[in-house]
């Protein structure tokens, strides 16, 4: 999955890179280097989160998500660990976005989709929590656009 991303937007800059090369002849790589740095505007270390956020994201994965993760999200005989750096490498360099329709379209694994739009962006509060990213004044929002625009790094 982590390679069809990179791919794809490999490609993308490719053709963004003779696109504007073609109309302009001019500055390509300023111009493209701009395009890129609009994608994302922040990271995990910026506080992206905030602690009421992911409270209420504890209360929902107890209830949709620990029966097969585990109380510490450590996994066990049903599921993996969604807890500790195995986890999170994984996922580094890729928007919060793909994490969120991740789970969205897989999540519950008996019954994905089930939960609303805010109850997913609220689990992945509190997942993020438990992987030790620092929480701030704004909340996730719960709109994939909007989550594509943060990137997972690794925590500090
Ligand atoms: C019925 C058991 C079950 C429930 C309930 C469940 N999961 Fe899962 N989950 C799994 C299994 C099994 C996998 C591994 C197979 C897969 O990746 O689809 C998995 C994989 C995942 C992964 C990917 C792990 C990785 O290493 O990439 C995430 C993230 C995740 N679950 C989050 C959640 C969240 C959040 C909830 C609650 C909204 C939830 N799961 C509820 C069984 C479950």
């Known amino acids: 999955m982590k390679r069809l991303v990179l791919a794809g937007s490999v ?4 053709a963004c890179a003779s696109v504007s090369g073609l109309a302009t002849g001019g500055p390509v790589l300023e111009a493209h280097g701009a395009a890129v740095g609009q994608e994302t505007t922040s990271t995990l270390l910026d506080g992206v989160f905030t602690s009421a956020q ?3 994201g504890r209360r929902v994965y107890s209830e949709n998500c620990a029966s ?3 109380a510490e999200l450590k996994g066990g005989e049903m599921a993996p660990g969604i807890a500790g750096s195995d986890f999170m490498v994984f996922w580094t360099e890729l ?9 969205k379209v897989s999540m519950p694994e008996d019954g994905p ?9 609220d689990v992945l509060a ?8 620092p929480a ?21």
């Open 11 to 14: 490609g993308l800059a490719l």
């Open 54 to 56: 992911a409270r209420r």
């Open 68 to 70: 097969c993760h585990g």
């Open 95 to 103: 928007p919060v976005g793909s994490m969120f329709e991740r789970i």
């Open 113 to 121: 989709g089930r939960l609303t739009d805010e109850e997913y962006t």
């Open 126 to 133: 509190y997942i993020l929590d438990a992987n030790s990213y």
């Open 136 to 156: 701030g004044e704004t909340e996730l929002p719960a709109d994939k656009a909007e989550l594509d625009k943060i990137m997972i790094v690794a925590a500090e």
